[in-house]
């Protein structure tokens, strides 16, 4: 049954773009039509014609679909200083950093202490976030970013095994505070609290030596954010639109925003912390937010995105409806619309489908 599932959904793409799903899969289809609206008009049965724009930059914020499901709660056993937090897929541990004396914590989703991690003086430590292959990425006031992995077997850093990056001088304390990583364009994203307020991306180095690099500055956060937040105190990439949501310290309050220029989809205040450092995925595209001192607190995505035969699952039987739905054999609910839309485009179309069977395949 899955094999004749999956022929129906390579002809239903090889339809769409003329090119079937691995092709699509093997070259990146989100960076393979980057910045192209695609239009097309498909008949099908009953002289239907359907016209579908497929945007790849989302004209919603998936900011809107969250709620406060767990209030902010200490962390008993951090004495202070949490500034930053992160998700390591692979064996769905958190981690979280102290500011300044370099200690990480590495936690269960139920926010159980599994292990201290000591020895990471790498400076004014402000925030961590996991590439992939065991590498993890910390981000220090100062401006350096240093790249390695964490021991298993033992529970000290070795910092000499890190791959230190300098991408910024600074002195004080206003300088880089939060780093997200896109794993696919293996760009980083950091930054920089304030006075100015400023916003860096670079690509990850091919080698593993110590370096100096240049950022690009995509546009001038004092300006983009102007009226909006006060400072930047974290960051986080959200594969699902290919934008970062931007933490705010002072504003308590997190941002939807195009990297490429600044413009903001959506804002969401953050109640009863004080001073939120960290922000990071869990399942489901839930939101963890950590503050200072040892405090964390999550934002629950209330829709199964995916899921819209409704029974608690993401599989094929959902993509074989979103097919049906295009071709013009079935209708649709509002709410199974707005769990179609995986890419916040305000269409459905080939785009969530994709979406969906990388869900699907984990």
Same mark, same amino acid.
């Given at each position: 049954?899955?094999?004749?599932?999956?022929?129906?959904?390579?002809?239903?793409?090889?339809?769409?773009?003329? /090119?079937?799903?691995?092709?699509?899969?093997?070259?990146?289809?989100?960076?393979?039509?980057?910045?192209?609206?695609?239009?097309?008009? !498909?008949?099908?049965?009953?002289?239907?014609?359907?016209?579908?724009?497929?945007?790849?930059?989302?004209?919603?914020?998936?900011?809107?679909?969250?709620?406060?499901?767990?209030?902010?709660?200490?962390?008993?056993?951090?004495?202070?200083?949490?500034?930053?937090?992160?998700?390591?897929?692979?064996?769905?541990?958190?981690?979280?950093?102290?500011?300044?004396?370099?200690?990480?914590?590495?936690?269960?989703?139920?926010?159980? @202490?599994?292990?201290? /991690?000591?020895g990471g003086h790498f400076g004014d430590e402000e925030?961590?976030?996991?590439?992939?292959?065991?590498?993890?990425?910390?981000?220090?006031?100062?401006?350096?970013?240093?790249?390695?992995s964490f021991p298993i077997n033992n529970n000290n /850093?070795?910092?000499?095994?890190?791959?230190?990056?300098?991408?910024?001088?600074?002195?004080?304390?206003?300088?880089?505070?939060?780093?997200?990583?896109?794993?696919?364009?293996?760009?980083?994203?950091?930054?920089?609290?304030?006075?100015?307020?400023?916003?860096?991306?670079?690509?990850?180095?091919?080698?593993?030596?110590?370096?100096?690099?240049?950022?690009?500055?995509?546009?001038?956060?004092?300006?983009?954010?102007?009226? /909006?937040?006060?400072?930047?105190?974290?960051?986080?990439?959200?594969?699902?639109?290919?934008?970062? !949501?931007?933490?705010?310290?002072?504003?308590?309050?997190?941002?939807?925003?195009?990297?490429?220029?600044?413009?903001?989809?959506?804002?969401?205040?953050?109640?009863?912390?004080?001073?939120?450092?960290?922000?990071?995925?869990?399942?489901?595209?839930?939101?963890?937010?950590?503050?200072?001192?040892?405090?964390?607190?999550?934002?629950?995505n209330f829709s199964l995105f995916g899921d819209i035969?409704?029974?608690?699952?993401?599989?094929?039987?959902?993509?074989?409806?979103?097919?049906?739905?295009?071709?013009?054999?079935?209708?649709?609910?509002?709410?199974?619309?707005?769990?179609?839309?995986?890419?916040?485009? @305000?269409?459905?179309?080939?785009?969530?489908?994709?979406?969906?069977?990388?869900?699907?395949?984990?």
């Amino acid at each position: 049954m899955k094999y004749t599932f999956l022929m129906k959904v390579q002809k239903f793409l090889q339809q769409l773009l003329g /090119i079937d799903y691995m092709t699509i899969r093997e070259n990146n289809y989100r960076k393979l039509i980057s910045n192209i609206n695609i239009r097309f008009f !498909l008949t099908f049965k009953y002289n239907f014609i359907f016209f579908f724009i497929a945007s790849l930059y989302a004209q919603n914020s998936p900011l809107y679909f969250y709620s406060q499901e767990v209030m902010p709660t200490e962390i008993i056993w951090i004495e202070d200083d949490l500034s930053g937090c992160t998700r390591k897929n692979d064996n769905n541990s958190l981690y979280m950093i102290e500011n300044d004396q370099g200690k990480i914590w590495e936690l269960d989703t139920n926010f159980n @202490h599994l292990r201290t /991690i000591l020895g990471g003086h790498f400076g004014d430590e402000e925030d961590l976030v996991y590439l992939n292959n065991e590498d993890f990425a910390i981000v220090t006031e100062e401006g350096h970013l240093f790249i390695g992995s964490f021991p298993i077997n033992n529970n000290n /850093i070795e910092i000499n095994n890190f791959q230190k990056i300098t991408f910024s001088n600074h002195d004080g304390n206003t300088g880089p505070e939060g780093v997200a990583y896109d794993s696919l364009s293996q760009t980083f994203f950091i930054v920089k609290e304030k006075n100015p307020m400023a916003f860096y991306i670079f690509q990850r180095p091919s080698h593993n030596n110590d370096t100096t690099i240049t950022v690009t500055i995509p546009f001038d956060a004092e300006i983009a954010f102007y009226g /909006i937040m006060d400072d930047l105190s974290s960051i986080t990439y959200d594969y699902r639109t290919n934008r970062v !949501l931007i933490l705010s310290d002072d504003s308590q309050k997190v941002i939807d925003v195009e990297p490429t220029d600044g413009s903001i989809f959506g804002e969401m205040i953050i109640n009863g912390m004080e001073q939120p450092e960290g922000i990071c995925f869990l399942d489901n595209y839930d939101l963890l937010f950590v503050s200072e001192p040892n405090f964390y607190t999550i934002y629950s995505n209330f829709s199964l995105f995916g899921d819209i035969n409704f029974d608690g699952q993401i599989n094929y039987y959902d993509i074989e409806l979103i097919i049906e739905y295009l071709y013009g054999h079935i209708l649709l609910t509002e709410y199974q619309k707005i769990n179609v839309d995986i890419d916040y485009n @305000h269409n459905i179309d080939i785009f969530d489908i994709l979406l969906i069977m990388d869900i699907s395949d984990n």
